[in-house]
């Protein structure tokens, strides 16, 4: 494969079949490059010329697709002539291929290789364009609305309605739960050495922060799912809270999600608890169990005040009132102080996405282009939720106990939590680390993944949309410019999670909260992301990385600092550098790689001084010590 | 939006706590403080018992001490000392609080009971007495210092003499004359400040001969010729005294065309390509009716000295490019944005505001238009002439960034510093009247270095490992303007410095002997401003040098960059047909690369409403393939890959900086892991120099800021002190003014941009 060289990008397998092996093998290495470094529409890499040393494979079933393997599972649906139109340059005439898992394009019309590798969970829309009777050049086809920041339009021949099969098929397999079909992690074969799955252990990870101890206790109350049908089985509360006290508690909060512990400060036993909003409703209902189980929060440590911060605006959590929900009051909570947060909706949220979209793809908008930034108020939200972070990070660190909550508690609470944990807890900033956080705060804690990206489904008007995860990886990626020696992975990470959030190929993102997911058996039927990752992840280290343990990260939430994420958002325009790594990762690996080579060389050195045999300088002339010599002249001045 | 609330943890610690006793005796020995008076510089005034302010809000932090006014400086001279910051470099003529008079903008007093406020010039009178004293200074600063316990007269005397001084009458008076003057007095030493003008000093100066010769070779620019004509300023007051034009033109007839030309400025070159296409800098013609045959006659030379006798293409700077006033505007807005308004305030509507300012835009401008003339000479291989009607500014900006972008020997340092010193100090850039150095004429104002060293930023900022130095390095050379003692900064043409130090020496009776000026240093003798230390702040680890290691498949490489003359010709050869008179032929087609683009094109229908430009195709096409580091960079320009060069214009905000953060954090990383390799690299050497050189110890040697600890492999970690600011730092540097609480954003209402003068004045009583 000629995508990449390196003995780093070796995934290791195991071994069953040495002849599938290998097939497999240069199979994976092919889609771990297109999921992770998206290949542009119009693509300049010699992604052609792979064919030609894996000529030999002719058990391959797509012979036409003989350079983009298939995944283990991965079965061919369709293949069609067909003009892309790219948005950049020209029409480009060429073959699409249709997978159960992917849309993948090669032209056919010049030796110069542009490619489309698309998952097809990352479409949200498919759409005819044109007519039969439509003038014009290529004016008949379909226009393909991704969820990662970009549309394709594809032409085809006016004759026969030829389009009709491939638009059903597209729309077949980029839609399966909307055909009654399964989502292709279902359906993959994918085999890895580690189990992602074992990842995140919620005992584990709650033993590492020293839990239980005589303040919280863990509570199997929610095993079956009886007490929170969105909340994971393993529940830390406080000691004193008694069962009873738990089910109370339910009555009185949203969808039963009552506060629980999700992270505890070792020093001064200060936490973070999550919940949903008080069913306070339009005539102010009081819940004394409620009431007492917040106090019992706060005395767990001494906190004098309980902080609660309640992510919405003041008036969204006012306007919820009518809808049965609210805010703890002053009256009823007198030991807590209530703090809102300004943060705004999944509605906003997908609103503002949009309009970025729209001034980012196909074209950067150029003549005003700061002050359309500005309108899209992207950057506007992603500074609240980050300020909001910081000031939950900030008040815990003080050593005071705070509760987090929104409406629901599984969408602006998961931000606010999973940041405020970033900032505190250095453990969450290591590679491992980071998935696990994401698994608890995001995955078990019920962040409704189904909902807000849509996998697998049709209604692409649905209103339960919304970036919310792809903002807090964006606050992650706030966070590591500002602190780039912090984080032990990469931007690349990041990029990949995304991908994968949409691609359907692992079940980490599937379905809304862990119950469903139980009884989907994505566990045993799915490969998990961490799987895949954890498979190599020298490609997702930052070599920058400082261990730092007990740092508190605060990052500058202003304006002057935080920058719209071009790597990601603008990443398909071919007027921009499309590069696997930043230049100073690379530099730096490169300097690392010397170094080592240096310590050997001079170990070499010293082992053969030293060495009874070894006579004299004068005796140098031996091939052993001549070589280094030679090179250091060679190196004199690099720097 | 951002409430005080939110904001507080986000710059919480970044003063580490204070050992403060909060009533801090005003009553303090007064002997000991004395100013550190460097040669020739003479105390005008002082007071003693001021507050020099800290915080913004409260006084707790503030210092107590002298603030004394010399010829060259406002000091401030404290017994207590602010927060231990080691990393703070140390100036060697400038004292921790000191600020140069050349820096400082606008001295501005107020009287906080009675309400008043008056901006000072020179020799004006005060009617009320001071509270206090706000200096707004040019690289952004805005220092304060209060007088509650000062005496009224000795506050009011020493904000005149402030104000007064800053205002210098006359050129001599920068203190740079004195300090230089001084040494040709008393010991007939050669070096009495430790200045070695030139001499010592690897970065050619350009005013001699000689230095062009070098600079001819080293571009193969075989068909030009060094031209003596202007020894003694006899035929042009700007230019310099030797400069390089074609072989072809004689002196005869260059001395008859000189007339025609706008202050007689003879057409200059700047730079050839490898492909033998010349970059030239030219004035209007001032002479219409000549006019069309000079133009004809300069264009026909440069076509001959052309080794394909390609045709000149003239690029008119004026009409494509903003004027110097315009440049001047966008930065007092944009410093209003960044350091005058609130921080909150100003954080809602940032990004609309910075791009009314029109900075960025201005930044991209020159950027593009640079690309533009790199597309000539690299894709078109004609020569280029950049018409300006004096020659003086924007030429400046586009030769210096042309060559920067296709030349890799300007992003190193020496090559870096020898183009500033080619094309803007000996070309003429008038840097007296554009620093406005004598606050004379505010029309003539203008920060287009400045506007240059963003744009050169922006390319570091893109290819950071294609320069040999860093942004630290950048951002002084821009402070070091604000510092009157480099001949690199004070005048506006070498001629101007000639007269100016004939002048000065026969009025202080100093005998200049062979040379032709006073020995002014120039900024590139970086140890007149920094130990050796602290000048390793401008060492790029990252840079990937024309001799380089770097790993290939597990092998130590070593590159050199050649420009291969080879490569070139054998790419020139399928030229389209001459351009006549710049005009682009119909069937330009890009023979030089294979470009994909080109074949896509050809059979397919056409996607894009507007076709592509030929520019855009080579840009695009460079974009398309992998960046040589040491062959031609082009900037990325979409606006969305521009950014705000965030330490020079946010290092004194404190609500900026990020405690422990900023790409500093990584720089520390990577130059520890540098220095350790440098030192496995000397003690490889050892084991070949057998007989065992002089020992010297590493550390010395060191060219990195930060060096490895004895035990490598582990990485020291980051100091303390880093923050986004560093090497900067913005306590004591950044007081936005506050009058009994009130912001003074409040009581210059209406005040748009900085602090404008007319407004000011309008609201004083």
């Not at chain 1, 606010?416 to 804690?445: A, C, P």
């Not at chain 2, 700077?317 to 944005?337: E, F, G, H, M, Y």
């Not at chain 2, 000479?377 to 020659?391: N, P, Q």
Request: net charge positive; proline share 5%.
């Amino acid at each position: 494969m000629t995508f990449r060289r390196g003995s780093g990008f070796h995934l290791r397998l195991l071994r069953e079949n040495s002849r599938l092996n290998a097939a497999l093998e240069s199979c994976r290495k092919v889609n771990a490059v297109m999921a992770s470094a998206p290949i542009a529409p119009y693509n300049s890499s010699p992604l052609g010329n792979s064919s030609s040393q894996n000529a030999s494979r002719e058990s391959l079933k797509m012979e036409p697709l003989a350079d983009v393997t298939l995944l283990p599972g991965e079965e061919r649906v369709i293949d069609k002539d067909i003009i892309y139109i790219c948005p950049y340059n020209a029409a480009v005439k060429g073959k699409v291929f249709i997978t159960n898992y992917r849309l993948y394009f090669k032209n056919t019309d010049s030796e110069t290789p542009v490619t489309l590798n698309i998952p097809l969970g990352v479409i949200s829309r498919v759409e005819k364009m044109g007519g039969a009777s439509s003038r014009g050049e290529n004016s008949y086809g379909l226009e393909i609305t991704c969820k990662d920041m970009r549309n394709l339009r594809f032409a085809l021949k006016q004759e026969g309605h030829s389009r009709r099969d491939i638009f059903e098929i597209i729309f077949k397999y980029a839609f399966p739960l909307s055909h009654g079909m399964q989502l292709f992690a279902f359906l993959s074969q994918e085999k890895y050495e580690e189990n992602g799955w074992n990842v995140y252990e919620a005992l584990e990870e709650y033993r590492r922060q020293g839990l239980p101890n005589n303040e919280w206790r863990v509570t199997f109350i929610n095993k079956n799912y009886e007490l929170c049908d969105t909340y994971p089985t393993i529940l830390v509360v406080p000691y004193k809270a008694t069962e009873d006290d738990l089910r109370k508690v339910a009555t009185f909060r949203s969808r039963c999600r009552i506060p629980v512990m999700s992270w505890f400060h070792k020093e001064n036993h200060a936490v973070i608890t999550r919940c949903s909003q008080p069913l306070v409703g339009m005539s102010g209902k009081r819940n004394k169990d409620d009431e007492r189980y917040l106090d019992l929060i706060r005395e767990a440590n001494g906190t004098t005040k309980l902080t609660i911060y309640d992510a919405r605006p003041n008036v969204n959590a006012v306007a919820n009132k009518a809808t049965g929900g609210g805010y703890e009051g002053d009256d009823a909570y007198q030991n807590a102080e209530l703090v809102f947060l300004d943060i705004h909706n999944i509605h906003v949220m997908r609103e503002s996405l949009k309009k970025l979209k729209d001034i980012v793809y196909p074209n950067v908008e150029e003549s005003h282009w700061l002050s359309s930034l500005e309108s899209t108020h992207w950057l506007e939200h992603i500074k609240l939720v980050l300020s909001g972070a910081i000031q939950v990070a900030d008040k815990v660190s003080s050593g005071s106990s705070v509760m987090v909550h929104c409406s629901d508690g599984w969408d602006r609470t998961a931000q606010l939590t999973s940041l405020s944990m970033l900032m505190l807890d250095s453990y969450y900033r290591t590679l491992r680390g980071f998935q696990v956080l994401m698994e608890k705060e995001w995955i078990s804690f019920g962040h409704k993944f189904a909902s807000r990206i849509g996998h697998g489904d049709k209604n692409h008007a649905d209103q339960d949309r919304s970036p919310i995860f792809l903002q807090f990886i964006d606050c992650v990626w706030q966070m590591t410019k500002q602190f780039p020696t912090a984080f032990e992975f990469n931007e690349r990470l990041l990029v990949v999670i995304l991908d994968h959030l949409y691609s359907c190929r692992f079940g980490t993102f599937l379905y809304n909260c862990e119950s469903v997911r139980d009884s989907n058996n994505v566990r045993t039927k799915t490969v998990s992301l961490w799987s895949y990752i954890n498979s190599d992840t020298s490609l997702y280290i930052n070599p920058f990385y400082t261990a730092e343990s007990s740092r508190v990260l605060y990052p500058v939430a202003s304006m002057r600092h935080l920058e719209l994420w071009v790597t990601y958002y603008i990443r398909w325009n071919p007027r921009i550098q499309h590069q696997q790594q930043s230049p100073v990762e690379q530099r730096y690996k490169e300097l690392l790689a010397l170094r080592d080579q240096y310590l050997k060389k001079l170990e070499e050195l010293q082992l053969s001084d030293s060495a009874p045999s070894s006579t004299h300088l004068t005796n140098s002339s031996t091939p052993n010590a001549a070589t280094p010599n030679q090179h250091i002249t060679h190196l004199q001045t690099p720097f | 939006m951002f409430s005080g609330k939110q904001t507080k943890p986000t710059f919480k610690s970044y003063l580490p706590p204070l050992q403060t006793d909060l009533k801090k005796s005003p009553q303090l020995p007064i002997k000991k403080l004395e100013a550190k008076l460097l040669p020739g510089e003479i105390v005008v005034n002082e007071a003693n018992f001021v507050r020099k302010c800290i915080g913004a809000d409260s006084g707790q932090d503030d210092l107590w001490g002298k603030l004394v006014c010399t010829n060259f400086k406002v000091s401030f001279i404290s017994h207590n000392s602010l927060p231990q910051q080691r990393f703070q470099c140390t100036h060697r003529l400038l004292g921790e609080h000191d600020i140069p008079l050349a820096c400082v903008e606008q001295v501005v007093t107020v009287n906080d009971v009675k309400g008043k406020q008056k901006i000072l010039g020179s020799n004006q009178k005060l009617k009320f007495n001071p509270t206090e004293l706000i200096l707004y200074c040019k690289d952004f600063r805005i220092i304060r210092f209060r007088f509650d316990e000062a005496g009224p007269e000795s506050a009011k005397k020493v904000c005149l003499a402030i104000a007064h001084y800053s205002h210098p009458a006359d050129p001599q008076l920068l203190f740079g004359f004195e300090y230089v003057g001084k040494r040709y007095h008393g010991s007939a030493g050669e070096r009495v400040n430790g200045v070695d003008p030139g001499g010592g000093l690897q970065t050619p100066l350009f005013d001699c001969s000689s230095d062009w010769d070098r600079e001819i070779k080293r571009t193969g620019a075989s068909e030009w010729r060094v031209c003596t004509i202007n020894q003694g300023y006899f035929i042009s007051p700007s230019l310099p005294e030797f400069f390089v034009v074609p072989v072809s033109l004689a002196d005869q007839d260059l001395k008859q065309y000189a007339c025609c030309f706008y202050s007689q400025r003879i057409p200059l070159w700047c730079w050839n390509h490898p492909s033998g296409s010349a970059l030239v800098r030219m004035s209007n013609i001032s002479d219409p009716q000549q006019q069309r045959k000079v133009e004809q006659r300069i264009s026909s030379a440069i076509t001959k000295s052309h080794p394909l006798r390609s045709d000149v293409f003239k690029s008119d700077l004026d009409k494509n490019l903003p004027n110097i006033q315009d440049i001047q505007a966008a930065l007092l807005k944009l410093r209003q944005i960044c350091v005058i308004e609130s921080f909150e305030e100003s954080e809602e509507k940032w990004l609309s505001s910075l791009e009314s300012s029109r900075w960025m835009e201005y930044v991209r401008t020159f950027l593009r238009h640079a690309v533009e003339v790199v597309y000539m000479l690299e894709s078109r291989h004609v020569s280029v002439i950049l018409l300006e009607k004096e020659d003086r500014d924007l030429s400046c900006v586009i030769s210096s960034l042309v060559q920067l972008m296709c030349d890799p020997h300007c992003r190193s340092l020496h090559g870096f510093q020898a183009l500033i010193q080619k094309e803007w100090v000996m070309a003429g850039h008038r840097f007296l009247d554009r620093c406005n150095h004598l606050k004379k004429s505010d029309k003539e104002e203008s920060p287009l270095f400045l506007l240059f060293l963003d744009c050169v930023w922006q390319l570091w900022n893109q290819y950071p490992a294609a320069f040999e130095f860093t942004e630290v390095y950048l951002t002084v050379l821009g402070d070091s303007m604000w510092v009157p003692v480099f001949s690199t900064f004070l005048f506006n043409c070498p001629r101007q410095r000639a007269e100016h130090s004939r002048d000065f020496a026969s009025s202080k009776s100093i005998h200049l002997g062979q040379d032709q000026a006073l020995r002014f240093p120039p900024v590139w003798d970086w140890s007149q401003q920094f130990s050796l230390k602290d000048q390793t702040l401008f060492n790029n680890p990252l840079y990937v040098g024309k001799i380089a290691t770097c790993l290939q498949n597990g092998t130590v490489k070593t590159f050199t960059h050649r420009r291969s003359k080879k490569n070139y010709s054998s790419t020139v050869r399928g030229l389209p047909s001459l351009m006549r008179n710049g005009s682009l032929g119909p069937n330009d087609t890009l023979t030089r690369r294979n470009s994909l683009v080109l074949r896509l094109r050809s059979d397919l229908s056409q996607v894009r409403e507007q076709p592509e430009t030929p520019s855009e195709r080579f840009v695009r096409d460079f974009f398309s393939r992998a960046v040589d580091l040491q062959g031609l960079l082009l900037p990325q320009l979409l606006p969305s890959h521009l950014s705000v060069w965030k330490l020079y214009f946010l290092r004194w905000v404190p609500e900026a900086q990020i405690p422990h953060g900023g790409p500093v954090t990584a720089f520390h990383k990577l130059s520890v892991l540098t220095d350790e390799i440098e030192m496995l690299q000397n003690q490889l050497r050892q084991y070949k120099g057998a007989a065992g050189t002089a020992n010297t110890s590493h550390a010395e040697h060191s060219k990195m800021y930060f060096k490895a600890t004895s035990t490598p492999q582990q990485c020291p970690a980051p100091p303390e002190y880093l923050s986004s600011s560093f090497p900067f730092s913005p306590v004591g540097n950044l007081c936005r003014p506050g009058i009994l609480g009130t912001p003074l954003s409040k009581f210059l209402n209406g005040a748009k941009i900085w602090l404008s003068t007319e407004t000011l004045a309008n609201e004083t009583i």
